[in-house]
């Protein structure tokens, strides 16, 4: 039993020793994401597109809209109906 605990520990204390030496993964993705910012800045996009914002509607956007406004309004007068039927009879 106690070969087994220091055969443990001594294992233990290589692993910690293997991650200390070799488990740079934060440095190499540090170094990673400033090599990526790097590029970013070094490349610059010039296009002679130009985009225009519409922001008036279509008309099946306007039909749409319309629509369900009168579907609102249905539901509404049918909850009306029946709340008015349910306490009509109580």
Do not use: P, W
Request: charged share 10%; with cysteine; net charge negative.
């Amino acid at each position: 039993m106690k070969q087994f605990l220091i055969n443990l520990v001594l294992v233990l204390f290589l692993m910690c020793l293997l991650t200390i030496f070799f488990g740079d993964h934060q440095v190499s993705q540090t170094m990673f994401q400033r090599k990526i910012d790097a590029f970013e800045e070094s490349t610059t996009i010039s296009s002679s597109y130009i985009t225009i914002a519409d922001t008036t509607d279509n008309n099946v956007s306007s039909l749409v809209g319309i629509v369900s406004q009168y579907c609102v309004y249905m539901i509404e007068f049918i909850g009306e109906l029946f709340s008015n039927l349910i306490s009509l009879f109580l």
